[in-house]
């Protein structure tokens, strides 16, 4: 394609892969709703009737929206590389810079705020008809905000992770891809640790009175932090290990998937 993004004919494309993936998305939206139907019913008949605390409602809220964005690449993509069953995708009239933007739009951010919003919608629904069970509007409770907030970074990286994996690997995807998360996750916290218990372990010992939470999804807050003022080199380092977080992982991993994309062979 010598047009490398035309608006009308990637809506046609993005038209076209919602309708044939409409299917799942209704599945997999309503396995995750109806999850929550089913712990509210076990509450109330298997329990003897205890509420469901709000922290596990939003937890599973987390949890299921993550699952969906993770899932999504695999599901819906899982035959784009594939040597003989991906040339069909390959072979529609749009350019690679539109058939990734679809894909991308679909499985990170279509799907997930589709199953975000349903299952919001029946938690209110059930707190509506069942207070008892469900105390209070989920999306009402402050909260919910910050747990929301504080896991966005997750259900940014985590599923761009997964999209690159799905292009990257051709068998097994699924187990190649969790395992090179965790392996990209263990050499990360163990820079963190580094950096923390032998770079500036006298700055840290200093500050365990303040019994500080040093998480790889908290390094923008604790940059933020007045506890590291007085010690410039360590709050430069947390900061720059916040900005490859939170900037350097979701950049890194949409630019090596479009590449790999773009330079897929058949």
């Known amino acids: 394609m010598k047009i490398h993004f035309n608006i009308n004919r990637f809506g046609k494309l993005l038209s076209k892969e919602l309708r044939e993936r409409t299917p799942f998305i209704v599945k997999m939206v309503g396995i995750m709703s109806l999850i929550l139907v089913g712990i509210w019913l076990t509450s109330m008949f ?3 009737g205890s509420a469901v605390p709000m922290e596990a409602r939003t937890t599973y809220l987390y949890i299921a929206v993550l699952i969906t964005a993770l899932s999504a690449p695999f599901s819906m993509y899982k035959n784009y590389n594939h040597p003989k069953k991906g040339i069909d995708y390959v072979t529609l009239p749009a350019s690679i810079e539109e058939k990734f933007l679809s894909m991308l739009l679909i499985s990170t951010v279509i799907l997930p705020a589709i199953a975000f919003i349903s299952i919001a919608f029946t938690d ?3 707190s509506i008809i069942s207070p008892s069970m469900f105390s209070g509007l989920m999306i009402t409770e402050p909260d919910f905000y910050t747990k929301m907030n504080g896991s966005v970074s997750d259900l940014i990286i985590i599923p761009l992770l997964c999209l690159l994996g799905n292009l990257l690997f051709r068998g ?5 891809t969790v395992l090179s998360i965790i392996a990209t996750y263990i050499i990360f916290i163990m820079i963190i640790a ?5 770079v500036y372990k006298d700055q840290i010992e200093t500050l365990q009175n303040f019994e500080l939470q040093i998480r790889v999804d908290n390094l923008y807050d604790l940059f933020r932090s007045e506890y590291f003022a007085p010690y410039p080199g360590l709050k430069i380092s947390v900061g720059i290990l916040a900005l490859l977080y939170n900037f350097g992982f979701p950049i890194g991993a949409l630019t090596a998937a479009y590449y ?3 330079k897929l062979q058949y």
């Open 260 to 262: 790999r994309m773009k």
């Open 172 to 176: 097994n995807k699924i187990v190649k």
């Open 46 to 48: 298997f329990v003897r």
């Open 194 to 198: 580094f950096i923390f218990l032998y």
């Open 124 to 126: 209110t629904f059930i």
